[in-house]
């Protein structure tokens, strides 16, 4: 059975900073392409930042500088560092994992920035 448990998410003040992560279970991860995607009530699922199984990252034009990606392959963890945290940065954060023909979700956990 394959899992993403994210946690981390919580309400911060603009300019703060969170550190989100995301365990898997069940795949071997470290052959896959890992990322996190973000929902803002009323809108589409957006990417946020991707990381490949190389160890390639990309990133939203939006969060280019403030967010950063990183693995950590033997604790089958992905990260997401986030500062300079702005309150269009507010919503719930997925974790993804995916190779060809095979796709992963976790449950989200939600982030607020608000003062």
């Known amino acids: 059975q394959v899992q993403l448990v994210e946690s981390g998410g919580d309400l911060v003040q603009p300019g703060g900073s969170l550190r989100l992560s995301c365990v898997a279970s069940?795949?071997?991860?470290?052959?896959?392409?890992v990322g996190w995607y973000r929902q803002a009530p009323g809108k589409q699922r957006e990417l946020v930042a991707t990381?490949?199984?190389?160890?390639?990252?990309n990133y939203a034009a939006t969060v280019k500088g403030r967010f950063t990606i990183s693995r950590d392959n033997a604790k089958n963890t992905v990260y997401l560092q986030m500062n300079s945290l702005k309150p269009e940065d507010t919503a719930v954060y997925y974790c993804?994992?995916?190779?060809?023909?095979?796709?992963?979700w976790g449950q989200g956990t939600q982030v607020t920035v608000s003062s």
């Open positions: 069940g795949i071997i991860f470290r052959i896959y392409a």
């Open positions: 993804n994992a995916n190779v060809p023909a095979r796709n992963f």
């Open positions: 990381i490949t199984s190389g160890g390639s990252t």
